[in-house]
C-alpha cells in the first residue's frame, strides 16, 4: 500500500519575474495556460490581422486564461509585459495535478463559473439586432435631412450603440444607396453620408417592421380612389374642421366618391383627427406620411 503524501505529486504553477517587452504568452505556442499578473502591466496584442492592436491591459490581480483551461477555447492574444513584472502561470499539467485533490463539489463549481463568464462574454460581443437593415434606418430617421455625416464615425457610433459589426453596417449602407436613399460624397479622403428625406427613412424602418411581423403595411390597405382622395386633401385650408357627414359630401361633391366605410377606414388609418367637438380636420403629417411611401414604393421594395 502507498502511503505516501499525494500533494508530492502536484506540479507547483510557475513564477516568473520578467522584464518589459517579455513575451509572456502567444497564442503560437497552442498552451492551454491561466496567467495571472501579481505585480507591474502586461497587455493583450492582436497581430491575427497583420497589424499591432491593443485588445487591453492587464494590472496587478488580474487574470486571463480560465477560458482555456475550463473550457478548451484558445486564448487569441499575444501577452507581452510594458514594465518589469511579476506574473504566476498554472499551466494545464499544474491544474489537472491540483484538480485531483480537491472535492468534486468545487470542481463542479468552478466549471459552472467558467461557462457564466464564456456565456457573457459572448453577449457582451453578439448584437441583440435581428434586423440589421431596419434598425440602422430607424436610426438614420433621426438624421438631419440634407446633412452630411461622416461614414466612419457614423459606424463607429452605430456598432457602439447596437453591436452589429462593422462589415454588415457597411452592407446594410449599401442597400439604402442602392434604394436612393443616402446619397455618399468625398471630402478630400473622408467619406461622408446625407440622408435625402429622415421621414422616408421611418417610412422603410415600419415597412420592414410589417414585412417581417407579417402584418399588412397601413399604405398598402389604401386603394386607388383612396389615394386620389389623400392626394386632394393637401389642398384643403388648414384648420377646417367638419363632422363626417360634411366631409363625405365635401368629397363626392367634388367627384371624390366616398362612402361611409371608405371614410372610416381613412379615420382608422389616422388621415382624420377629432377635435374636441365632434368635427373632424385633415392630420397633414400622416397624409404626407403615407403619399411619400406611396410615391417611393418602387423604392421602399428595393425594385429601383
Given at each position: 500500500?502507498?502511503?505516501?503524501?499525494?500533494?508530492?505529486?502536484?506540479?507547483?504553477?510557475?513564477?516568473?519575474?520578467?522584464?518589459?517587452?517579455?513575451?509572456?504568452?502567444?497564442?503560437?505556442?497552442?498552451?492551454?495556460?491561466?496567467?495571472?499578473?501579481?505585480?507591474?502591466?502586461?497587455?493583450?496584442?492582436?497581430?491575427?490581422?497583420?497589424?499591432?492592436?491593443?485588445?487591453?491591459?492587464?494590472?496587478?490581480?488580474?487574470?486571463?486564461?480560465?477560458?482555456?483551461?475550463?473550457?478548451?477555447?484558445?486564448?487569441?492574444?499575444?501577452?507581452?509585459?510594458?514594465?518589469?513584472?511579476?506574473?504566476?502561470?498554472?499551466?494545464?499539467?499544474?491544474?489537472?495535478?491540483?484538480?485531483?485533490?480537491?472535492?468534486?463539489?468545487?470542481?463542479?463549481?468552478?466549471?459552472?463559473?467558467?461557462?457564466?463568464?464564456?456565456?457573457?462574454?459572448?453577449?457582451?460581443?453578439?448584437?441583440?439586432?435581428?434586423?440589421?437593415?431596419?434598425?440602422?434606418?430607424?436610426?438614420?430617421?433621426?438624421?438631419?435631412?440634407?446633412?452630411?455625416?461622416?461614414?466612419?464615425?457614423?459606424?463607429r457610433e452605430f456598432n457602439w450603440l447596437t453591436r452589429i459589426p462593422p462589415v454588415t453596417i457597411k452592407a446594410d449602407l449599401k442597400s439604402l444607396l442602392r434604394r436612393r436613399f443616402i446619397g455618399l460624397s468625398k471630402n478630400g479622403e473622408e467619406l461622408l453620408m446625407q440622408v435625402h428625406n429622415a421621414t422616408l427613412m421611418q417610412i422603410f424602418s415600419d415597412?420592414?417592421?410589417?414585412?417581417?411581423?407579417?402584418?399588412?403595411?397601413?399604405?398598402?390597405?389604401?386603394?386607388?380612389?383612396?389615394?386620389?382622395?389623400?392626394?386632394?386633401?393637401?389642398?384643403?385650408?388648414?384648420?377646417?374642421?367638419?363632422?363626417?357627414?360634411?366631409?363625405?359630401?365635401?368629397?363626392?361633391?367634388?367627384?371624390?366618391?366616398?362612402?361611409?366605410?371608405?371614410?372610416?377606414?381613412?379615420?382608422?388609418?389616422?388621415?382624420?383627427?377629432?377635435?374636441?367637438?365632434?368635427?373632424?380636420?385633415?392630420?397633414?403629417?400622416?397624409?404626407?406620411?403615407?403619399?411619400?411611401?406611396?410615391?417611393?414604393?418602387?423604392?421602399?421594395?428595393?425594385?429601383?
Open positions: 500500500m502507498n502511503t505516501g503524501n499525494s500533494r508530492q505529486q502536484i506540479i507547483p504553477p510557475t513564477r516568473l519575474r520578467v522584464k518589459a517587452g517579455f513575451v509572456v504568452y502567444s497564442p503560437d505556442s497552442g498552451n492551454r495556460e491561466l496567467v495571472i499578473l501579481d505585480e507591474g502591466e502586461l497587455v493583450a496584442v492582436d497581430k491575427s490581422h497583420d497589424s499591432r492592436e491593443i485588445k487591453f491591459r492587464m494590472h496587478a490581480g488580474n487574470i486571463v486564461g480560465v477560458a482555456s483551461l475550463f473550457e478548451n477555447e484558445p486564448f487569441r492574444y499575444t501577452l507581452e509585459a510594458t514594465e518589469d513584472s511579476s506574473v504566476t502561470i498554472i499551466s494545464e499539467d499544474c491544474l489537472e495535478s491540483e484538480l485531483k485533490n480537491i472535492p468534486i463539489w468545487l470542481l463542479a463549481t468552478l466549471k459552472n463559473l467558467s461557462q457564466n463568464t464564456r456565456l457573457l462574454k459572448e453577449s457582451a460581443h453578439r448584437t441583440p439586432v435581428e434586423n440589421t437593415l431596419m434598425s440602422l434606418a430607424e436610426y438614420c430617421a433621426h438624421l438631419e435631412s440634407g446633412t452630411k455625416y461622416p461614414v466612419d464615425t457614423l459606424i415597412y420592414l417592421y410589417a414585412r417581417e411581423e407579417g402584418l399588412v403595411w397601413e399604405p398598402l390597405r389604401l386603394s386607388l380612389p383612396q389615394k386620389r382622395i389623400l392626394v386632394h386633401l393637401t389642398t384643403i385650408k388648414k384648420g377646417v374642421e367638419m363632422e363626417a357627414p360634411e366631409w363625405i359630401r365635401l368629397l363626392n361633391d367634388r367627384e371624390l366618391p366616398i362612402d361611409v366605410a371608405q371614410w372610416i377606414t381613412l379615420q382608422d388609418l389616422g388621415c382624420f383627427k377629432q377635435g374636441l367637438s365632434n368635427k373632424f380636420h385633415v392630420d397633414m403629417e400622416r397624409i404626407e406620411y403615407y403619399l411619400t411611401a406611396i410615391r417611393y414604393d418602387s423604392n421602399l421594395r428595393g425594385a429601383v
